[in-house]
Protein backbone atom coordinates (compact mmCIF):
# COMPACT_ATOMS: atom_id res chain seq x y z
CA UNK A 1 0.00 0.00 0.00
CA UNK A 2 0.84 3.22 -1.11
CA UNK A 3 1.95 5.75 2.20
CA UNK A 4 -0.73 8.05 0.22
CA UNK A 5 -3.25 7.48 -1.93
CA UNK A 6 -5.24 10.24 -4.32
CA UNK A 7 -7.45 9.83 -7.40
CA UNK A 8 -6.08 11.34 -9.97
CA UNK A 9 -9.84 11.75 -11.92
CA UNK A 10 -10.28 13.39 -14.35
CA UNK A 11 -12.64 15.21 -12.10
CA UNK A 12 -15.11 17.52 -14.35
CA UNK A 13 -17.55 19.66 -12.71
CA UNK A 14 -20.05 22.80 -13.89
CA UNK A 15 -18.83 26.17 -12.38
CA UNK A 16 -20.74 27.30 -9.12
CA UNK A 17 -20.22 23.44 -7.87
CA UNK A 18 -18.92 22.27 -4.66
CA UNK A 19 -16.21 20.19 -5.34
CA UNK A 20 -14.44 17.49 -2.98
CA UNK A 21 -11.21 16.29 -3.24
CA UNK A 22 -9.86 13.49 -1.05
CA UNK A 23 -6.64 11.31 0.08
CA UNK A 24 -5.99 8.34 2.03
CA UNK A 25 -2.97 7.58 4.18
CA UNK A 26 -1.47 5.01 5.99
CA UNK A 27 1.62 6.38 7.89
CA UNK A 28 -0.34 7.09 11.24
CA UNK A 29 2.79 9.56 11.89
CA UNK A 30 1.75 12.24 9.45
CA UNK A 31 0.80 15.25 11.52
CA UNK A 32 0.85 18.30 9.04
CA UNK A 33 -1.52 18.28 5.93
CA UNK A 34 -1.01 20.22 3.08
CA UNK A 35 -2.53 20.97 -0.44
CA UNK A 36 -0.91 22.58 -3.55
CA UNK A 37 -2.52 23.69 -6.49
CA UNK A 38 -0.98 23.28 -9.81
CA UNK A 39 -1.69 24.99 -13.02
CA UNK A 40 -0.60 23.68 -16.08
CA UNK A 41 3.07 24.27 -17.24
CA UNK A 42 3.44 25.91 -13.79
CA UNK A 43 4.93 24.71 -10.25
CA UNK A 44 2.88 23.86 -7.58
CA UNK A 45 1.78 26.51 -5.30
CA UNK A 46 0.40 25.92 -1.74
CA UNK A 47 -2.90 26.78 -0.90
CA UNK A 48 -3.69 25.60 2.63
CA UNK A 49 -2.09 24.11 5.39
CA UNK A 50 -3.41 22.27 8.45
CA UNK A 51 -1.85 20.35 11.77
CA UNK A 52 -3.16 17.37 13.22
CA UNK A 53 -7.22 16.57 12.70
CA UNK A 54 -9.49 19.58 12.16
CA UNK A 55 -11.18 21.83 9.59
CA UNK A 56 -9.75 25.01 8.16
CA UNK A 57 -11.49 27.34 6.07
CA UNK A 58 -9.77 30.28 3.62
CA UNK A 59 -12.32 32.10 1.54
CA UNK A 60 -14.04 28.89 -0.59
CA UNK A 61 -11.86 26.52 0.25
CA UNK A 62 -11.88 23.82 3.04
CA UNK A 63 -9.39 21.73 4.67
CA UNK A 64 -10.79 18.54 6.61
CA UNK A 65 -8.30 15.94 8.44
CA UNK A 66 -9.79 13.27 10.46
CA UNK A 67 -6.57 11.55 11.51
CA UNK A 68 -9.04 8.30 13.11
CA UNK A 69 -9.88 7.53 9.20
CA UNK A 70 -6.46 8.70 7.62
CA UNK A 71 -8.78 10.88 5.55
CA UNK A 72 -8.12 14.24 4.16
CA UNK A 73 -10.78 16.40 2.14
CA UNK A 74 -10.18 19.88 0.54
CA UNK A 75 -13.52 21.70 -0.15
CA UNK A 76 -13.94 24.08 -2.87
CA UNK A 77 -17.29 26.00 -2.61
CA UNK A 78 -19.05 27.77 -5.84
CA UNK A 79 -16.10 26.40 -7.91
CA UNK A 80 -15.06 28.70 -10.59
CA UNK A 81 -13.03 28.08 -13.91
CA UNK A 82 -10.29 29.56 -12.50
CA UNK A 83 -10.34 26.46 -10.04
CA UNK A 84 -9.60 24.23 -13.40
CA UNK A 85 -5.50 22.99 -12.04
CA UNK A 86 -4.54 19.54 -10.24
CA UNK A 87 -4.53 19.27 -6.57
CA UNK A 88 -1.96 17.62 -4.58
CA UNK A 89 -2.52 16.35 -1.05
CA UNK A 90 1.01 16.43 1.14
CA UNK A 91 2.25 15.91 4.38
CA UNK A 92 4.49 16.02 6.92
CA UNK A 93 5.51 14.30 9.97
CA UNK A 94 7.05 11.25 12.36
CA UNK A 95 10.92 12.33 11.77
CA UNK A 96 11.01 12.44 8.11
CA UNK A 97 13.65 14.97 8.44
CA UNK A 98 11.48 17.42 6.41
CA UNK A 99 10.45 15.83 3.60
CA UNK A 100 6.70 15.77 2.31
CA UNK A 101 4.80 13.40 0.63
CA UNK A 102 2.58 13.96 -1.72
CA UNK A 103 -0.07 12.29 -3.42
CA UNK A 104 -0.25 11.53 -7.31
CA UNK A 105 -2.43 14.72 -7.84
CA UNK A 106 -6.57 14.78 -9.47
CA UNK A 107 -6.84 16.79 -12.33
CA UNK A 108 -10.12 18.92 -11.96
CA UNK A 109 -12.06 20.78 -14.45
CA UNK A 110 -14.64 23.32 -14.23
CA UNK A 111 -16.57 24.27 -16.98
CA UNK A 112 -18.06 27.61 -17.22
CA UNK B 1 10.58 39.00 -3.11
CA UNK B 2 11.04 36.70 -5.65
CA UNK B 3 10.20 33.18 -3.64
CA UNK B 4 11.89 30.83 -5.64
CA UNK B 5 13.89 30.62 -9.01
CA UNK B 6 15.10 28.43 -11.09
CA UNK B 7 17.00 28.97 -14.31
CA UNK B 8 17.03 27.67 -17.25
CA UNK B 9 13.02 27.76 -17.89
CA UNK B 10 13.61 25.11 -21.23
CA UNK B 11 16.67 23.14 -21.71
CA UNK B 12 17.51 20.71 -24.67
CA UNK B 13 20.59 18.16 -24.60
CA UNK B 14 21.62 15.28 -26.35
CA UNK B 15 22.45 12.11 -24.93
CA UNK B 16 25.76 11.95 -22.71
CA UNK B 17 25.48 16.29 -22.10
CA UNK B 18 25.97 17.78 -18.86
CA UNK B 19 24.13 20.29 -17.61
CA UNK B 20 23.55 22.22 -14.13
CA UNK B 21 19.76 23.36 -13.22
CA UNK B 22 20.54 26.23 -10.93
CA UNK B 23 18.07 27.28 -7.99
CA UNK B 24 17.49 30.44 -5.49
CA UNK B 25 15.50 31.11 -2.96
CA UNK B 26 15.13 34.44 -1.39
CA UNK B 27 12.85 33.91 1.76
CA UNK B 28 15.61 32.57 3.88
CA UNK B 29 14.95 28.93 4.13
CA UNK B 30 17.25 26.17 5.72
CA UNK B 31 16.13 23.57 3.42
CA UNK B 32 15.77 22.94 -0.11
CA UNK B 33 14.57 20.12 -2.29
CA UNK B 34 15.17 18.95 -6.16
CA UNK B 35 11.95 17.19 -7.42
CA UNK B 36 11.25 15.19 -10.94
CA UNK B 37 7.48 15.38 -11.99
CA UNK B 38 6.48 12.67 -14.81
CA UNK B 39 3.07 12.02 -16.22
CA UNK B 40 1.80 9.00 -13.98
CA UNK B 41 4.13 9.33 -11.49
CA UNK B 42 3.38 12.41 -9.44
CA UNK B 43 6.65 14.72 -7.81
CA UNK B 44 9.32 12.29 -6.88
CA UNK B 45 11.99 13.44 -4.60
CA UNK B 46 15.63 13.86 -6.06
CA UNK B 47 18.01 15.44 -3.24
CA UNK B 48 17.22 17.41 -0.87
CA UNK B 49 19.37 19.89 1.98
CA UNK B 50 18.35 20.20 5.40
CA UNK B 51 20.64 23.47 5.85
CA UNK B 52 23.29 24.77 4.68
CA UNK B 53 26.18 22.47 4.16
CA UNK B 54 24.40 18.88 3.97
CA UNK B 55 22.52 17.13 1.18
CA UNK B 56 20.72 13.88 1.41
CA UNK B 57 19.31 11.61 -1.41
CA UNK B 58 15.66 11.15 -2.04
CA UNK B 59 13.41 8.87 -3.71
CA UNK B 60 15.45 8.54 -7.22
CA UNK B 61 19.31 10.10 -6.85
CA UNK B 62 20.60 8.11 -9.68
CA UNK B 63 22.37 10.26 -11.96
CA UNK B 64 22.21 13.22 -10.33
CA UNK B 65 24.51 15.25 -8.39
CA UNK B 66 23.71 18.63 -5.60
CA UNK B 67 25.97 21.14 -4.43
CA UNK B 68 24.28 23.85 -1.62
CA UNK B 69 26.33 26.40 -2.84
CA UNK B 70 25.06 28.80 0.10
CA UNK B 71 22.16 29.14 2.06
CA UNK B 72 20.27 30.68 -0.80
CA UNK B 73 21.38 28.13 -3.19
CA UNK B 74 21.27 25.03 -4.14
CA UNK B 75 22.03 23.36 -7.95
CA UNK B 76 21.59 19.93 -9.61
CA UNK B 77 23.85 18.58 -11.70
CA UNK B 78 23.63 16.15 -14.40
CA UNK B 79 26.97 14.84 -15.40
CA UNK B 80 25.76 11.97 -18.37
CA UNK B 81 22.56 13.20 -19.06
CA UNK B 82 20.14 9.94 -20.32
CA UNK B 83 16.90 10.09 -21.86
CA UNK B 84 14.98 8.80 -19.03
CA UNK B 85 16.03 11.84 -17.28
CA UNK B 86 13.50 13.69 -19.98
CA UNK B 87 11.58 15.42 -17.41
CA UNK B 88 10.04 18.41 -15.24
CA UNK B 89 12.48 19.55 -12.84
CA UNK B 90 11.34 21.73 -9.29
CA UNK B 91 13.12 23.36 -7.15
CA UNK B 92 11.72 24.02 -3.49
CA UNK B 93 12.20 25.68 -0.07
CA UNK B 94 10.77 25.15 3.39
CA UNK B 95 11.38 26.77 6.38
CA UNK B 96 11.73 25.19 9.94
CA UNK B 97 11.03 24.78 12.54
CA UNK B 98 7.38 23.21 10.97
CA UNK B 99 5.00 23.45 9.29
CA UNK B 100 7.35 22.40 6.62
CA UNK B 101 5.37 23.80 3.99
CA UNK B 102 7.76 23.92 0.83
CA UNK B 103 7.05 26.38 -1.79
CA UNK B 104 8.07 25.82 -5.74
CA UNK B 105 9.55 27.04 -8.28
CA UNK B 106 8.52 27.44 -11.77
CA UNK B 107 10.09 24.47 -13.06
CA UNK B 108 12.51 23.87 -15.87
CA UNK B 109 11.86 21.25 -18.64
CA UNK B 110 14.36 19.12 -20.02
CA UNK B 111 14.38 17.31 -23.28
CA UNK B 112 17.32 14.74 -23.45
CA UNK B 113 17.47 12.95 -27.25
Known amino acids: QKEVEQDPGPLSVPEGAIVSLNCTYS??????FMWYRQYSRKGPELLMY????GNKEDGRFTAQVDKSSKYISLFIRDSQPSDSATYLC????????????FGKGTLLTVNP | NAGVTQTPKFQVLKTGQSMTLQCAQDMNHNSMYWYRQDPGMGLRLIYYSASEGTTDKGEVPNGYNVSRLNKREFSLRLESAAPSQTSVYFC????????????FGPGTRLTVT
Open chain 1, 50 to 53: TYSS
Open chain 2, 92 to 103: ASSSDPGPYEQY
Open chain 1, 27 to 32: NSAFQY
Open chain 1, 90 to 101: AMEGGGSNYKLT
